[in-house]
């Protein structure tokens, strides 16, 4: 079943679709997930700071363990780091290339705030796009929730989509989670 989050639709990108998903298990105990977005690896990369991080790449990570799952497609022509912030600490953070799709599988439990930032050449030593920045924040937070027979899944698309509900905001790239 599909829950979507709504909000008014601001920011530079007006329109992004935010929507949440239930997994439930089945009778076996299995936890049954219908796909077709590539999944990504956890590990860090152990590139230089010049080198473009990999689509899915890992760059912070204070929260995994959990059952919780952020997909994350990004349609733009540019790459993106979504970061995840629970309470004003920054929990985990993502980099997603330009046309591509990744995911964190294992968010644990907790009430997140959502920022994300896009750009071309991504400083891993400064955590900041240094062409082309952009910094936003959506409006809702996301709330990760288990139960002995379900978890939550929401999908992020960082493109502009027809009838989004997800409104943004600009934010400082001072007050930006680094």
Avoid: C, E, W
Avoid at 139 to 160: E, K, W
């Amino acid at each position: 079943m599909k829950n979507k989050l709504l909000a008014p639709r601001t920011g530079l990108i007006a329109a992004f679709a935010m929507a949440a998903t239930l997994v439930t298990a089945s009778p076996s105990g299995a936890t049954t997930v219908s796909t077709t977005t590539t999944s990504a690896t956890t590990a860090s990369t152990t590139t230089t700071a010049a080198a473009r991080p990999r689509n899915g790449a890992i760059l912070f990570d204070r929260i995994s363990g959990g059952r919780g799952v952020l997909k994350i497609k990004n349609g733009l022509r540019t790459d993106g780091v979504v970061i995840l912030v629970r309470g004003k600490t920054k929990a985990i953070s993502i980099y997603v290339r330009a046309k591509s799709t990744a995911s964190i599988k294992d968010v644990r439990d907790g009430t997140y705030r959502l920022y994300f930032t896009t750009g071309y050449r991504y400083s891993k030593s400064r955590h900041r796009f240094t062409r082309a920045a952009t910094y936003q924040r959506f409006n809702d937070r996301l709330r990760y929730y288990t139960t002995a027979t379900a978890s939550r899944i929401y999908t992020l698309t960082l493109h502009p989509v027809r009838g989004g509900n997800a409104g943004t905001q600009h934010v400082n790239p001072k007050d930006f989670p680094a």
